[in-house]
């Protein structure tokens, strides 16, 4: 018998697709999104909206409110670690949480390397803006990948961006001559062996799931849509003014994605989603996307 | 439909969240046509059904709101062939151990939800299926449920730390672990066999 291998890392990423992640801070709010329909959640202090208004340093979560949000629900519980922050990583695998997100939405720990994440039997998800950085997430033994979009925004301008950049130099690859693998690879700064899995394949060898910006039904069905395998959703729910029945909606919608009846339906009538954020406005230094080398 | 003319049965795979593609996969490798099924109208036709692992209290949720749950349980009752894997072994239960999540109630099981533990328990095993002989099958356990007890009418096929994990009753198949997630056809044969049975019949 073996546990903590590659198989059922990637195996619990499998079983949560088509489904959503919702972030939820507290045991009342955990309890709301398995009402909705959540395949998971993600413990945190702060949604990624408040920790742009607030500044300052972003932390792990305190490991009461972690187990307070473990003993609520029976779906998997999710947190996140600062980059490259391995012991927040080890407190979240002695807790037994689900799967850790390395996330840029925290402040980094390590401005050169990322956790180790081959060193854990706990599965790990990380966010990537284009495939070079989802390759070397990979490398680094993530089991899932997340596109960042732009967190605590509302906007889903950049979670698009992210999907179609990762899509389209997926395509590249897979059209290439198979002598021209060797040089991509020293541009994409990736493992060659993980370059040519992709190009042979023409896919990421891990889930893929959107996040970043997403707040509306809409908004998951058109990530489902091109091509993502399930979403995250942070600020957009529990910054929303109702947030049980848009819950409910976005898992929905992320079911029926390709079924514009079901998404007119599930769509209608949900009061006001979160207030929105233009990237432009925020300028390049105030972007997360960034954060992750 | 054109379908009659053509020996492989079509069999659905309910794609309301979890591992449906690794099952339309391994169900066209054995030999047979795969629908996802979404909708109540996609249940027409069927040969037979596959409930994936996913998470059941989402699955069983979506099941409820988009009007499957009494159809799916009907055309079971009736002799519709089922295979479910972890959650789709969940969502057949008569009775979950803990909570009171919407299930089908079909095969006289009482389950226990991520009976092994959480993810970090999540294993790997050879297990022994006297039905396919000694050749062992591996078994992909994932915040896996086991079978705490099963009625008469139950066969166990495999157990793991004497815990069931595999069981059959009239036409219906459950397994705890991801048979969909090797490249071991066996138990999608098993059940394409009772597919088989079951048309003939009809």
């Known amino acids: 018998m073996k546990i903590g291998t590659m198989t059922v890392k990637t195996g619990l990423a499998e079983m949560l697709k088509g489904g959503v992640i919702m972030d939820v801070t507290n045991a009342e709010q955990a309890k709301i999104a398995e009402e909705a329909g959540a395949c998971a959640v993600m413990a945190l202090e702060r949604v990624p909206s408040d920790i742009r208004a607030d500044g300052g340093v972003a932390r792990m979560s305190d490991p009461d409110k972690i187990r307070e949000i473990q003993q609520t629900v029976s779906i998997p519980v999710m947190a996140k670690a600062r980059i490259g922050h391995f012991v927040e990583a080890q407190i979240l695998e002695a807790l037994e949480v689900d799967y850790i997100d390395e996330s840029e939405v925290l402040t980094p720990a390590d401005e050169a390397n990322h956790i180790n994440k081959w060193q854990f039997k706990v599965p790990f998800v990380c966010g990537a803006i284009n495939l070079g950085e989802a390759l070397r997430r990979i490398s680094e033994g993530a089991a899932m990948i997340r596109t960042k979009g732009e967190a605590g925004t509302g906007n889903v301008v950049e979670a698009v961006r992210h999907m179609r950049t990762i899509s389209g130099e997926i395509r590249q690859l897979a059209n290439m001559d198979r002598d021209e693998l060797f040089k991509a690879a020293k541009e994409l700064q990736s493992p060659y062996e993980l370059v040519k899995w992709v190009a042979e394949n023409g896919r990421l060898p891990v889930v893929n799931f959107s996040a970043g910006g997403l707040a509306t039904p809409a908004d998951a069905a058109m990530m489902m849509q091109l091509g993502a395998e399930g979403v995250f959703v942070g600020s957009g729910i529990f910054k929303s003014e109702d947030p049980a029945a848009r819950g409910k909606a976005i898992v929905e919608a992320t079911t029926h994605f390709n079924d514009p009846q079901i998404l007119a339906r599930v769509s209608a009538g949900l009061k006001d989603a979160m207030p929105g954020l233009d990237i432009k406005e925020l300028g390049e230094e105030n972007l997360i996307q960034h954060r992750g080398w | ?202």
């Open chain 2, 1 to 202: 439909m054109t379908r009659s003319a053509n020996k492989s049965p079509l069999v659905g795979v309910l794609a309301l969240q979890g591992a449906s593609r690794e099952h339309c996969r391994a169900l066209e490798k054995a030999g047979a046509a795969a629908r996802e099924v979404r909708r109540r109208r996609e249940l027409e036709g069927l040969a037979g059904l596959v409930i994936p692992g996913g998470e059941s209290t989402t699955i069983g949720k979506l099941m409820v709101s988009y009007h499957l749950l009494e159809p799916v349980r009907g055309l079971v009752a009736a002799g519709l062939p089922v295979f479910g894997t972890c959650a789709g072994l969940v969502m057949l239960a008569r009775e979950v151990v803990e909570g009171d999540q919407p299930l089908l109630g079909l095969m006289d099981i009482r389950v226990r939800r991520n009976a092994f533990g959480r993810q970090v328990k999540s294993f790997e095993a050879e297990l022994e299926l006297p039905v396919f002989g000694k050749e062992p099958f591996h078994g992909i356990f994932i915040r896996a449920p086991w079978i705490e007890s099963a009625g008469p009418e139950v066969e166990i096929l495999a157990g793991h730390e004497g815990h069931p994990v595999a069981a059959r009753q009239d036409s219906m198949l459950v397994t705890a672990f991801h048979p969909e997630l090797t490249q071991d056809l066996r138990l999608h044969r098993l059940f394409l066999e009772t597919v088989s049975a079951a048309t003939a019949r009809a």
